[in-house]
C-alpha cells in the first residue's frame, strides 16, 4: 500500500462506528486474519488480531471509542489504516482520494517549511500513551509528504510505525506521509517495562479517572475503586503494572514524612518535545524546528494514600489485637498470637503494594498498641511484649514472621531437644540404677572374696617368714661350705704340688727300674752264660 495513512480524526462518527462494530463481532484471530487483507504478510494477521482480541477484552469485551483501536500496541498509522479499509469495505487502490481531496504530492508552493506537534489527548495520567502528531507544510500551509523528521523526548520513550517496523528511543526519525503528519507514540513506562496486558489493564483503570478533576480529593471514590480492584485475585495485570509504578516512586511518596499532601494537589511530571525536519534522511541540518512541553498527572502518591485506607479497613488490626490482649487465655503464648495477627493480615494482601502498605501499618499499629493496648496484659507478659514485639513486627511478611519464627523455631527445637535428653537421662539413670544394685551385689562377693584373700595373705605372710628363716640359715651354710670351700681348695693345690712331687719322683723310679731290670737282665744273660759254661764243662769232663 502507499505511504498515506488514516488517522482516527478522518474518519467520520458513521465510519468510526462501523470499525468498531467489525472489530466488537469479531469472534477469534482466524476470522480478523480472513477479513483484513495484509498484502505481502500471510501470517501476520493472526497475530495481530489475537492483539487485538487481548486488547477488547482488557476493556471489558468492546471498543467504545476508534481511540482506543489506534492506541493499542504495535498498531501504528499503515496497520490502523488497513483496519479501517478492511472494515468501510473500501478499495485500496481508491480509498486516498475518498478521504484526501487535495494532493499532498504536489510540487512545494513556496519555499521554506515549518514544523508543529499537536499532542492527544491534552492531558493524562502517568503510564497513559501520547499520541504525537508531527505536521510538516511549507510556508503557504500545504503539507509536505516524505519529509523526514527528527522527534526526541526529554522523558519516556518514543514508539514510530514504519509499516511493520517498530522504531524505539528518545529520539526517533520519522517521514511525513501524504497528508505532511507523522504519528508516533510516547510512552512513560517504569523502570522495568510493562507487558502488553499490563498496559492495557492500567489505561483501562487510569481511563475511569477524569483528568480535570481540580484536586484528588474529587476522585476519592474512583481511586478508592481502584484500590479495590487491585485486591482482586484476578486483576493480575493491574496489579502488577501498579506496583512496577510504585516501585519506582516508593521512597518518595509510600515513605512519604508528610503523605497527606498527596491528597491537596496533583503531583506533575513533565518533559519537553522537540521536532527538528531535515534537509535529507542523513543530514544533520535542521531546517525547521517545533517545540512542545508535555505534563503528566501522577496518580501514584494520592492513589497510594487512598489505597491505605482500603488495607487498613477501619485499623482492623489494631482492633484485632486489642481483642487478642483481652482474652482471658493472654499468657506466655501472648507473643507469638499477636505476631500471627500481623502475619495473617499481610498474607491476606495480595500484590506488592498492599505488602508495603501493610507492613507500614503493622508497624503503626503496633506502636499504638504498644504505647496503650498492653495495660491489660500481665506484667511477667507485658514485659515480654514490650521488650520484644516492635523489633519481632519490623521483619514479619506475609510468608514468615521473620526473626522471631527462626527464634520460636530454635526455642521449640530445644525444648524438644531437652525433653529428649531428659527421657534419655532419664532411662540411662533407670539403667544406672539397675546396674548399681548389681553392682553392690557384685561387691559383696567381692568383699566376702577379699576376706578369703587377706586370710589367704596371712598363711602367706607365715610362710614367708619361714622361708626368710631357712633362707638366713642356708645362707649361713652356704658361708661355711665357702669357707671350706677355700680351704679345700688350698688344700688341692698343696695337693697337686705333691702329685706333681710324686709323679717327677715316679718318673725317677720307673726310670730307675728300667735300670735295674736292665742290670737283671744282663745278669741273668750273664748267668746263663756261667751255667751254659759250667753245664758243658761238668758234661766234657
Known amino acids: 500500500m502507499p505511504i498515506v495513512h488514516l488517522q482516527p480524526s478522518d474518519l467520520s462518527a458513521a465510519q468510526a462506528a462501523q470499525v468498531l462494530d467489525f472489530l466488537n463481532r469479531a469472534t477469534s484471530p482466524a476470522q480478523l486474519d480472513r477479513d483484513i487483507e495484509f498484502p505481502g504478510e500471510p501470517d501476520i494477521g493472526v497475530r495481530l488480531g489475537q492483539r487485538l482480541l487481548d486488547a477488547r477484552a482488557a476493556l471489558g469485551g468492546r471498543f467504545t471509542d476508534i481511540l482506543q483501536v489506534r492506541a493499542i500496541r504495535l498498531i501504528g498509522p499503515e496497520r490502523f489504516t488497513e483496519i479501517c479499509v478492511a472494515a468501510l469495505g473500501l478499495d485500496p487502490v481508491r480509498w486516498v482520494a475518498l478521504f484526501y481531496g487535495g494532493d499532498p504530492l504536489a510540487p512545494q508552493a513556496e519555499t521554506g517549511l515549518g514544523v508543529s506537534i499537536e499532542v492527544l489527548p491534552q492531558t493524562a495520567w502517568l503510564g497513559q500513551p501520547r499520541t504525537l502528531r508531527v505536521r510538516v507544510c511549507d510556508l503557504g500551509g500545504t503539507p509536505r509528504a516524505g519529509v523526514p523528521v527528527v522527534v526526541q523526548s526529554g522523558r519516556g520513550h518514543l514508539v514510530y510505525m514504519y509499516g511493520f517496523r517498530r522504531i524505539e528511543g528518545q529520539a526517533v526519525t520519522v517521514l511525513s506521509g501524504a497528508d505532511g503528519t507523522a504519528e508516533l507514540e510516547l510512552l512513560t513506562p517504569p523502570t522495568e ?161 498492599a505488602e508495603w502498605l501493610g507492613r507500614q501499618q503493622l508497624t503503626q499499629t503496633v506502636d499504638r498498641f504498644l504505647g496503650s493496648g498492653v495495660d491489660v496484659l500481665a506484667p511477667a507478659v507485658r514485659d515480654d511484649v514490650v521488650r520484644q514485639l516492635g523489633v519481632a513486627a519490623s521483619g514479619v511478611t506475609a510468608r514468615s514472621l521473620g526473626s522471631f519464627t527462626f527464634a520460636d523455631t530454635a526455642r521449640n527445637a530445644l525444648d524438644a531437644r531437652i525433653d529428649a535428653v531428659a527421657q534419655d537421662t532419664l532411662t540411662q539413670f533407670e539403667h544406672l540404677s539397675a546396674l548399681a544394685v548389681e553392682i553392690d551385689g557384685k561387691a559383696a562377693t567381692v568383699n566376702q572374696q577379699m576376706q578369703q584373700m587377706q586370710a589367704l595373705a596371712a598363711g602367706v605372710h607365715q610362710d614367708r617368714l619361714a622361708i626368710d628363716a631357712r633362707y638366713s640359715d642356708f645362707d649361713s651354710r652356704y658361708t661355711l661350705f665357702d669357707s671350706r670351700l677355700n680351704a679345700f681348695d688350698a688344700q688341692y693345690g698343696q695337693f697337686s704340688t705333691d702329685i706333681g712331687r710324686f709323679r717327677a719322683d715316679l718318673a725317677g723310679f720307673d726310670q730307675s727300674r728300667a735300670t735295674i731290670t736292665e742290670r737283671i737282665n744282663t745278669v741273668d744273660r750273664n748267668l746263663n752264660t756261667v751255667v751254659s759254661l759250667n753245664n758243658l764243662r761238668l758234661g766234657g769232663g
Open 193 to 353: 517495562p510493562l507487558s502488553e496486558n499490563q498496559q492495557a489493564a492500567l489505561e483501562h483503570a487510569l481511563a475511569r479517572l477524569d483528568v480535570h478533576a481540580p484536586h484528588p480529593l474529587t476522585l476519592a471514590p474512583a481511586l478508592r475503586a481502584i484500590a479495590e480492584e487491585y485486591l482482586r485475585d484476578r486483576s493480575y495485570s493491574l496489579r502488577s503494572a501498579i506496583d512496577l509504578y510504585v516501585r519506582d516512586h516508593r521512597h518518595a511518596m509510600l515513605d512519604s514524612v508528610n503523605p497527606g499532601r498527596w491528597r491537596l494537589a496533583w503531583p506533575a511530571d513533565s518533559a519537553l518535545v522537540q521536532a527538528d525536519v531535515l534537509a535529507d534522511e542523513d543530514s544533520g541540518t535542521s531546517l525547521a524546528r517545533g517545540v512542545r512541553t508535555l505534563t503528566w498527572i501522577n496518580w501514584v502518591g494520592p492513589w497510594l494514600s487512598f489505597m491505605a485506607e482500603v488495607v487498613a479497613d477501619g485499623d482492623a488490626l489494631g482492633r484485632a489485637l486489642a481483642d487478642t490482649a483481652n482474652t482471658p487465655e493472654a499468657d506466655g503464648q501472648a507473643l507469638g498470637r499477636l505476631l500471627n495477627l500481623g502475619q495473617s493480615f499481610l498474607a491476606g494482601k495480595a500484590g506488592r503494594t
